[in-house]
């Protein structure tokens, strides 16, 4: 079993920046790839970023590129992300995830789900 915790969400002004972070505790060995999602009232959970096991190979949804920068520290078995320049429709709950690969976490074959943190972007 693999636990993720999230930390970091709260309430900001639009065009501030937030920093999530993601701790992996447990049999982390098979926590490949790592990503988040974010999720508001009546819509489906969607792809926000991801990023392999190394770090060298990330993807972004077309929504945040250029705004939000994930990484990973392996040594602490956290992911991060670096959200700038927010806006209120970031508003959401963002879930921690991994998978097997990057493929597979870009597909929603989700291994583990983190319990969410909420991001509140006001205008």
């Known amino acids: 079993q693999v636990k993720l915790v999230e930390s970091g969400g709260g309430l900001v002004q639009a065009g501030g920046s937030l920093r999530l972070s993601c701790a992996a505790s447990g049999r982390t060995f098979n926590t490949a790839a790592r990503g988040w999602f974010r999720q508001t009232s009546g819509k489906e959970r969607e792809f926000v970023a991801a990023i392999n096991w190394a770090g060298g190979i990330t993807y972004y949804a077309d929504s945040v590129k250029g705004r939000f920068t994930i990484s990973r520290d392996n040594a602490k078995n956290t992911v991060f992300l670096q959200m700038n320049s927010l806006k209120p429709e970031d508003t959401a709950v963002y879930y921690c995830?991994?998978?097997?690969?990057?493929?597979?976490?870009?597909?929603?074959?989700?291994?583990?789900w983190g319990q969410g943190t909420q991001v509140t972007v006001s205008s």
């Open positions: 995830a991994t998978a097997q690969s990057i493929i597979a976490l870009r597909e929603y074959r989700i291994d583990y």
